[in-house]
């Protein structure tokens, strides 16, 4: 039935190749961990929560810090490897009080900066290096 009109025969053939067509066009857009990290930051940016915490130790593209909201102390750390060109070039002078932004429905989700937004103390932030 199906080889005794060329139209059907057709028409299948026809979705096979745009359903492998999809297919590859979203593997071709996979998003990056760094891209995904990003928007991460991008996306906890536009909360306008804002905390007081500290950053207890630094790594080469590591923050670690510490705050606390309503009696809950949250420990966290962020990859600053993209933002180096926000922060000062000794690590240790990252160290110290900075202000925390985080999401309202999920404090655990938070930063300390990205490219929009700095928590670091503005006599720590330079201007970012072109």
Request: glycine fraction near 4%; hydrophobic fraction near 35%; proline fraction near 8%.
């Amino acid at each position: 039935m199906l080889y005794e009109n060329p139209y059907i025969l057709i028409g299948v053939a026809t979705a096979a190749i745009l359903a492998g067509a999809w297919i590859i066009w979203m593997y071709s857009r996979r998003i990056t961990p760094e891209e995904k990290e990003r928007r991460r930051r991008i996306k906890v940016n536009r909360y306008p929560r804002t905390c007081a915490g500290i950053v207890t130790e630094t790594e080469p593209d590591i923050l670690h810090y510490r705050y606390e909201l309503r009696g809950v102390d949250y420990f966290a750390s962020q990859d600053v490897r993209a933002l180096r060109a926000y922060l000062p070039d000794d690590p240790d002078r990252w160290i110290g009080p900075v202000n925390v932004k985080y999401e309202p429905n999920n404090p655990f989700n938070s930063i300390v900066l990205c490219e929009e937004w700095s928590g670091l103390s503005k006599r720590e932030t330079p201007a970012p290096k072109e």
